[in-house]
């Protein structure tokens, strides 16, 4: 706008137009709207007013003295430095640029890789409009495939290794099905060739119907029917010998 306005005011000057109520207007809005511009500090030249004096930029002389810390090998005092930038100049146009060399230096420290990530990210998020987020946006994006693969890959393992403990379980139970129905079979045939082999157990005694034995002598019958004839006397003895 100031460089707008100032062009304006050029081209009434230069036009050779004899009112200057234009020009002036048009230099007093500069100086009164945009007193720290450039152009402002011109007007000023072209009237004879004292030039404003500018003011320190203390995140441009903080950066610079991060810079030279860098270039002597002192990257704890720049990371330092370049954190006060981003603390106390957070609107200021070097806070980016000291963020985004913050991540530069840890990305190009192997013990510190994983906090240049961190620091990309939150220069994505909190400046994204500045020229420093399209140089990180590859790295982040890279980084996040990385990580996306890794944790497949993790799952995958995982997967594969509980598919491996399901296998082998499955395995040991079938196997332990195999020996129960075989030990089972082989329960069954011992007892039947127990059953088969088995002698046949004796009646008790008192359990046997008392049978006639034919030796034993029988009752008392009358003398005439009982007594044994003797084979070596003739009936008529017999009768003699019954009277």
Do not use: C
Not at 71 to 93: H, T, V, Y
Not at 95 to 119: C, F, H, I, M, Q
Not at 224 to 230: A, G, L, P, Q, R
């Amino acid at each position: 706008t100031p460089r707008s306005l100032f062009v304006i005011a050029d081209l009434h000057r230069l036009s050779g137009a004899t009112d200057t109520i234009i020009v002036d207007s048009l230099y007093a809005r500069i100086l009164a709207d945009y007193p720290a511009s450039p152009y402002a500090q011109e007007v000023r030249k072209m009237r004879g007013i004292p030039l404003l004096l500018p003011e320190r930029d203390h995140a441009k002389e903080l950066y610079q003295s991060a810079e030279r810390s860098i270039d002597e090998g002192a990257r704890d005092s720049a990371l330092s430095k370049l954190a006060l930038i981003q603390k106390k100049f957070p609107q200021s146009s070097y806070a980016p640029k000291a963020l985004y060399t913050t991540g530069w230096l840890y990305e190009n420290n192997p013990a510190r890789r994983d906090s240049a990530s961190a620091v990309y990210r939150r220069l994505a998020v909190q400046y994204p409009l500045t020229l420093y987020a399209p140089k990180i946006q590859p790295k982040i994006a890279a980084e996040d495939q990385l990580r996306l693969e890794e944790e497949q890959a993790r799952q995958k393992a995982a997967a594969d290794s509980a598919a491996a403990v399901k296998a082998k379980a499955d395995s040991i139970a079938s196997a332990n099905k195999r020996i129960d129905s075989l030990s089972g079979r082989i329960a069954r045939a011992d007892s039947i060739a127990g059953a088969v082999s088995k002698p046949e157990q004796s009646i008790p005694p008192a359990a046997v119907p008392k049978m006639r034995d034919s030796t034993t002598a029988p009752a008392a019958l009358p003398r005439d029917s009982t007594e044994k004839k003797s084979p070596f006397l003739t009936p008529r003895q017999e009768r003699i010998k019954k009277k």
